[in-house]
Structure formats: structure tokens, C-alpha cells
């Protein structure tokens, strides 16, 4: 089975569009959402709805911090974040809201699970940053193959004979091999808002059968995904990040 890996969608529709699109392609089977589908962009109704779709279809859907906000506002976030959660409350409408506040923190298929942020205590909303912040999160999970989003930035952590995790930066397009050997955790980067100043959206996919996983870059049309949130008054360093991918 072919799963497309997809998160941080921070409402943004045209970049979500085309990495479902992208995997279309690729004969992909099932999906798995790890969640923020919400901030940041000027599509939040657009995205959660698609993403209900899903769901209901058996899509794997999670909660990410952006998304917990719209319930309970958080005093963590900036200034800009902020304005785009005050923004997506006010154009959710109660059921959209409503799916978000019920949505899981965690999804186990053994032998993978599935995070927004860490196992370790998914309601913290920890970065896995480090092979040792990896290290602790499968642990935590206790399955050979975990994957998370939050970070915005794609990486493979992988266990080593000395019982830590190794650190690898994937390619786009290159399949990698991720056998039961050893543990695998991969962030999976972001599709609404990748910050390594490529501003191409980011996904994922696995595929359990080959065990096998490869990451994508896909291009989109980021500048009338700016032009949104500009139009939408949101604030214009918002535009800016997803036009420069930072």
C-alpha cells in the first residue's frame, strides 16, 4: 500500500491541490494528514473541507497545533499567526471548527505511527530538531516506522548499531529503502509552508509493501496562493513566506 504523506497544509489550497494531484500520479493508495491544515494561509474553509472529505473516505487525520488554536487560542504563536487563526475562526463555520476539536493527536497501524509533532507527548507540540529528539520519539512510539510533521523541513532519522538515530536529508523523487531492520522516523516537511527557502510544496510517500519511501518537492503556483492572503488582509509578511519559502 501507497501512502501519501502530507502535512503542515496551513491552509494553503493550491499547494494541497497539487501534491494530491502529484500523488494521483503515482498510484498512491491510502493517505495519512498529520495535521496543521489551518493558519498562515487564506484557505482554511477550502482545505478543511477537503480534508473532511477524506477523512470520511478513510484518510488518517490528525490534530496539529494550529488546528487545537482554533478551539483554544494559544499566547505562543506571533503576531502574523495569530491574525491568521483569528481569521480562520471567524470563517470556519461551526462544523468545521467542530472537526478539528475531535480530531486525534496520534494514529497507530502497526508497524507505523502517525504524529503531528512528537510521540513523546503529542499535546506539547515538540520539534523533532535533533537525532536526539528522534531518538526519544520512537521510543515513545515503539514502532518501526514513525512519521511526523511540525518542523516544516524534510529529514530521515535512522536508527544506528550504537542505539541512536542518524540524520539524513532526502532528495526529491529518490526512493529509499526503510526496512524493519531498524527504526525509521521521517518529517515529512510541509505543504502549505516549506522553510528551506524553496518555496515548492513538500510531501511524502510510503509504501509498505516495497518498504520504501520517497519524498517530493512539487511546484505549484505560489504566488496566487500569496495573493490570497494579501487579499484576505491578512498580514503581507505571510504572502512573502510562501512566496520565498522561508
Same mark, same amino acid.
Given at each position: 500500500?501507497?501512502?501519501?504523506?502530507?502535512?503542515?497544509?496551513?491552509?494553503?489550497?493550491?499547494?494541497?491541490?497539487?501534491?494530491?494531484?502529484?500523488?494521483?500520479?503515482?498510484?498512491?493508495?491510502?493517505?495519512?494528514?498529520?495535521?496543521?491544515?489551518?493558519?498562515?494561509?487564506?484557505?482554511?474553509?477550502?482545505?478543511?473541507?477537503?480534508?473532511?472529505?477524506?477523512?470520511?473516505?478513510?484518510?488518517?487525520?490528525?490534530?496539529?497545533?494550529?488546528?487545537?488554536?482554533?478551539?483554544?487560542?494559544? &499566547?505562543?504563536?506571533?503576531? $502574523?499567526? +495569530? !491574525?491568521?487563526?483569528? @481569521?480562520?475562526?471567524?470563517?470556519?463555520?461551526? /462544523? *468545521?471548527? #467542530?472537526?478539528?476539536?475531535?480530531?486525534?493527536?496520534?494514529?497507530?497501524?502497526?508497524?507505523?505511527?502517525?504524529?503531528?509533532?512528537?510521540?513523546?507527548?503529542?499535546?506539547?507540540?515538540?520539534?523533532?530538531?535533533?537525532?536526539?529528539?528522534?531518538?526519544?520519539?520512537?521510543?515513545?512510539?515503539?514502532?518501526?516506522?514513525?512519521?511526523?510533521?511540525?518542523?516544516?523541513?524534510?529529514?530521515?532519522?535512522?536508527?544506528?548499531?550504537?542505539?541512536?538515530?542518524?540524520?539524513?536529508?532526502?532528495? &526529491?523523487?529518490?526512493?529509499? $529503502?526503510? +526496512? !524493519?531492520?531498524?527504526? @525509521?522516523?521521517?518529517?515529512?516537511?510541509?505543504? /502549505? *509552508?516549506? #522553510?528551506?527557502?524553496?518555496?515548492?510544496?513538500?510531501?511524502?510517500?510510503?509504501?509498505?509493501?516495497?518498504?520504501?519511501?520517497?519524498?517530493?518537492?512539487?511546484?505549484?503556483?505560489?504566488?496566487?496562493?500569496?495573493?490570497?492572503?494579501?487579499?484576505?488582509?491578512?498580514?503581507?509578511?505571510?504572502?512573502?513566506?510562501?512566496?520565498?519559502?522561508?
Amino acid at each position: 500500500m501507497r501512502v501519501a504523506l502530507l502535512s503542515d497544509i496551513h491552509a494553503n489550497l493550491e499547494a494541497f491541490e497539487a501534491c494530491l494531484a502529484h500523488a494521483a500520479t503515482r498510484g498512491v493508495d491510502g493517505y495519512a494528514l498529520l495535521g496543521d491544515f489551518v493558519g498562515y494561509g487564506a484557505d482554511a474553509v477550502a482545505v478543511v473541507e477537503t480534508v473532511m472529505r477524506m477523512a470520511a473516505e478513510g484518510a488518517i487525520a490528525l490534530k496539529g497545533n494550529h488546528d487545537a488554536a482554533i478551539e483554544r487560542s494559544e &499566547s505562543y504563536f506571533n503576531e $502574523p499567526a +495569530r !491574525a491568521a487563526l483569528d @481569521w480562520a475562526r471567524e470563517t470556519l463555520d461551526a /462544523g *468545521q471548527q #467542530r472537526f478539528l476539536a475531535q480530531l486525534p493527536l496520534i494514529a497507530e497501524r502497526p508497524p507505523a505511527f502517525f504524529v503531528h509533532a512528537s510521540a513523546v507527548a503529542p499535546q506539547r507540540w515538540d520539534y523533532i530538531d535533533s537525532p536526539r529528539a528522534a531518538r526519544r520519539c520512537v521510543d515513545a512510539a515503539g514502532q518501526t516506522h514513525t512519521f511526523c510533521g511540525h518542523v516544516h523541513e524534510q529529514c530521515l532519522y535512522f536508527g544506528t548499531r550504537n542505539g541512536r538515530m542518524g540524520e539524513f536529508r532526502p532528495q &526529491s523523487g529518490n526512493p529509499i $529503502p526503510v +526496512r !524493519a531492520s531498524r527504526q @525509521w522516523l521521517a518529517a515529512v516537511g510541509s505543504v /502549505g *509552508q516549506p #522553510r528551506d527557502r524553496n518555496p515548492a510544496a513538500a510531501y511524502a510517500m510510503f509504501d509498505d509493501r516495497r518498504l520504501e519511501i520517497t519524498f517530493f518537492r512539487v511546484p505549484y503556483d505560489h504566488h496566487a496562493a500569496a495573493d490570497k492572503i494579501r487579499r484576505a488582509g491578512l498580514p503581507a509578511s505571510l504572502a512573502y513566506r510562501v512566496e520565498a519559502g522561508i
